[in-house]
């Protein structure tokens, strides 16, 4: 339902760029997220974009994390520059969004990419 890629080791000060892609499955989609979690902490949210386009960030990463959406394409992407050892967590994609056969209105999760920040 939800396809998170683009993860990957990066350096210190390096860049990369996730992707989560919906299936067709879904009616119409709301809000997006970028959520986050290292080993011995609790997910977090990094990012969340509206379908209108609005952002919200984590503190930790504003100004340096970018999250946008392609609606004709059911694909939202968190652009991270300047990436941190604390950075270091599998991100997970979550998108509010109607089910086209149920009709009904759940939170979806994609299955989760690790990035690792390291010299």
């Known amino acids: 339902q939800l396809q998170a890629s683009g993860g990957g080791l990066v350096q210190p000060g390096g860049s990369l760029r996730l992707s989560c892609a919906a299936s067709?499955?879904?009616?119409?989609?709301?809000?997006m997220r970028w959520y986050r979690q290292a080993p011995g902490n609790e997910r977090e949210l990094v990012a969340m974009?509206?379908?209108?386009?609005?952002?919200n960030y984590a503190d930790s990463v504003k100004g340096r994390f970018t999250i946008s959406r392609d609606n004709a394409k059911n694909t939202v992407y968190l652009q991270m520059n300047g990436l941190k050892p604390e950075d270091t967590a599998v991100y997970y994609c979550?998108?509010?969004?109607?089910?086209?056969?149920?009709?009904?209105?759940?939170?979806?999760w994609g299955q989760g990419t690790q990035v690792t920040v390291s010299s």
């Open positions: 979550n998108a509010d969004a109607v089910n086209s056969a149920t009709m009904t209105r759940n939170l979806y």
């Open positions: 067709g499955i879904f009616f119409s989609i709301y809000s």
């Open positions: 974009i509206t379908s209108g386009g609005s952002t």
